[in-house]
């Protein structure tokens, strides 16, 4: 981190190798798409490249990455919901073009594509919340101030979550 | 183990791998990082003595930095942005190229679209067009400068009719069938590319400029039978452009000799027509379709091609009991020596006659067309809400004579095959 303050972008490379398959799981998981995932990923290093001299990691870099690859989620998360009100005609496309379960980029074992898509049926808040906690370590307070809500309304969601996880995945893995 | 427990393990042993093209793309934006600012630090400490020349030096750099930092390595677009940002203006102008790898050449136009109904071409060769689709008539006025010539066309019957355009074709690529091509420089400015291959007649390039999330050039070749055979380019984007309202007007200016053409749209005979009819008429097999017992109404019009061509065409209409409204449509050249691009489509129904049905690659724009013609020329058929299920197969009978048929609404498989076997060769 201190030959990147210094000025030494490459540092960012090293960086990079070291926590992007975390990183691309977050955000694959939280958007249920990986060429969405990538991009906030993405977005997420040219923000740093951008802030290179000026950037003050006071916690873990893993946690700081973690937060902001969510944060870059969140953003695509709503921008997609927005498009996604436009009418679209989907005749003038093939269908085989327009079907392509987000799923099948991913490549999980079953065990995992059944976690996968409980999850996604999770609402949002819940699932960044369930996903920060369990994956990235991240604690309720900080995950409270990522959300911008209180602390109880933090633990509210990861109880309702975790408690439609469980009805959802419905005894096949637990 | 508690669930919760259990959980924690099975979400910490999730593990997506990040793809080559991501790794590639990051490698692209340190590359670029590292390129520009730190160049002149090495420079400066060698040479720069006197605290003066340090501070100017220092604000060259906080410039080139400030610079940098406003021009910025470029933040991914997603395609969703481009889209949004594409809804967002209605009105553009963009320069028109097409190159065709034989045949006529098409002038370079630049084109001002008010919107989908309403648009100014102006040629490089100083030709003007207006066309104007907004109402039931539609008009186009020509115009020649040099030899003051304007050609009013009245359109009769033709419009209110929205022309899709290749922006209008473009704000339908979904984000995960488009492409990331990555980056290009041009005129100083970093652009980011999109691929998008719908079928495989229409292939996609489109270049954005990643401050605005608009697009700067969009390539669409057409390719038939492997080879691009057409090739047209946009660029010189101007999005909501300034342009009045006048300058889309169809009168023709003072001073200019006027000539009008009528093109009449509206149905020819809209009753009456027989299967025999058509018979008479066709330079191939015409069709004659045995009622089913869920047909509430069936009507068959003579028509010019809703497409916008002067042909002439057949349009029985079918009003179904669940209130659907079906369109077979048989025509001259129907067949399958002047159709070759239908085997290329996608075969979904094969009878034990022989009797194919495929899609077509445009069928939600064909059958809007030729649904709205039918209801307006049939009114007994009219009062139907374009639906947004409609769709076009195209029927190839045995011996290559061809008829399409568009529906407004979903139908099943049993259906449609009960409709293309009640098919009778007129004899």
């Known amino acids: ?174 | 183990m508690s669930p919760t427990d259990k959980i924690d393990n099975l979400i910490k042993q999730f593990k997506i791998t990040a793809s080559p093209e991501l790794d590639r793309r990051i490698d692209a934006l340190i590359e670029q990082s590292a390129e520009q600012p730190d160049r002149p630090l090495t420079i400066w400490s060698k040479i720069m003595k006197s605290n003066i020349t340090k501070s100017a030096a220092a604000a060259v750099i906080v410039i080139g930095v400030f610079i940098f930092l406003t021009q910025g390595n470029g933040a991914s677009v997603a395609w969703a942005e481009v889209v949004e940002q594409l809804n967002l203006h209605e009105k553009y102008k963009c320069r028109q190229q097409v190159v065709r790898s034989e045949g006529v050449q098409v002038p370079t136009k630049n084109i001002y679209h008010w919107n989908l109904s309403l648009r100014r071409q102006e040629g490089e060769d100083g030709n003007i067009q207006i066309i104007d689709m907004r109402n039931e008539d539609a008009v186009t006025l020509e115009l020649y400068p040099e030899q003051k010539k304007a050609i009013v066309t009245k359109l009769l019957g033709f419009g209110p009719k929205k022309d899709p355009d290749i922006i209008d074709m473009v704000k339908r690529f979904e984000q995960e069938s488009t492409e990331r091509l990555g980056t290009k420089k041009q005129d100083g400015k970093v652009l980011q590319g999109f691929h998008h291959q719908p079928n495989e007649h229409n292939d996609f390039t489109v270049w954005v400029d990643p401050k605005t999330k608009l697009p700067v050039e969009i390539e669409l070749k057409h390719i038939f039978d492997g080879q691009v055979r057409q090739t047209i380019f946009m660029d010189e984007f101007e999005f909501d452009f300034t342009l009045p309202m006048s300058a889309f007007s169809t009168e023709a200016p003072e001073g200019y000799t006027v000539e009008t053409l009528i093109n009449d749209y509206r149905p020819v005979e809209p009753l009456g027509i027989s299967f025999k009819d058509i018979q008479k008429e066709l330079n191939h097999a015409a069709f004659a379709i045995e009622t089913l017992p869920w047909f509430e109404k069936i009507q068959t019009i003579k028509h010019t091609n809703p497409l916008g061509s002067k042909d002439l065409v057949y349009m029985t209409g079918i009003k179904t009991n669940d209130g659907n409204v079906i369109v077979l449509v048989q025509g001259n050249y129907f067949d399958m020596n002047r159709m070759v691009w239908i085997p290329r489509q996608d075969l979904v129904l094969e009878t034990p006659e022989g009797i194919k049905l495929y899609t077509h690659p445009n069928g939600s724009i064909y059958a809007q067309y030729f649904l709205e013609a039918f209801m307006k020329a049939v009114p007994e058929f009219g009062g139907q809400i374009i639906s947004e299920e409609r769709f076009t197969r195209m029927i190839v009978m045995p011996e290559g004579v061809v008829l399409s048929l568009s529906a407004n609404n979903e139908m099943s498989t049993e259906q449609i095959q009960a409709l293309i076997e009640s098919l009778v060769n007129i004899e």
């Open chain 1, 1 to 174: 981190m201190m030959r990147f303050n210094r000025g030494d972008a490459t540092a960012l490379r090293d960086i990079y190798g070291l926590y992007k398959d975390d990183l691309v799981t977050l955000a694959s998981a939280l958007l249920h798409d990986k060429t969405s995932a990538e991009d906030a990923v993405h977005d997420v290093f040219a923000k740093l490249l951008d802030r290179q001299k000026v950037l003050k990691i006071s916690q873990s870099l893993r946690q700081y990455l973690m937060t902001a690859v969510a944060n870059a989620a969140r953003q695509r998360y709503r921008l997609g919901k927005k498009t996604a009100e436009v009418p679209l005609d989907s005749e003038s496309i093939p269908e085989s073009q327009t079907q392509s379960p987000p799923e099948s980029a991913m490549l999980l074992d079953e065990q995992q594509q059944h976690l996968s898509s409980a999850l996604s049926a999770l609402p949002y808040e819940q699932r960044e919340v369930i996903l920060l906690r369990h994956f990235s370590d991240l604690k309720f307070k900080t995950i409270a101030s990522l959300q911008d809500v209180s602390l109880n309304t933090v633990q509210g969601r990861y109880r309702y979550g975790l408690d439609k996880l469980r009805s959802l995945l419905n005894g096949e893995l637990l």
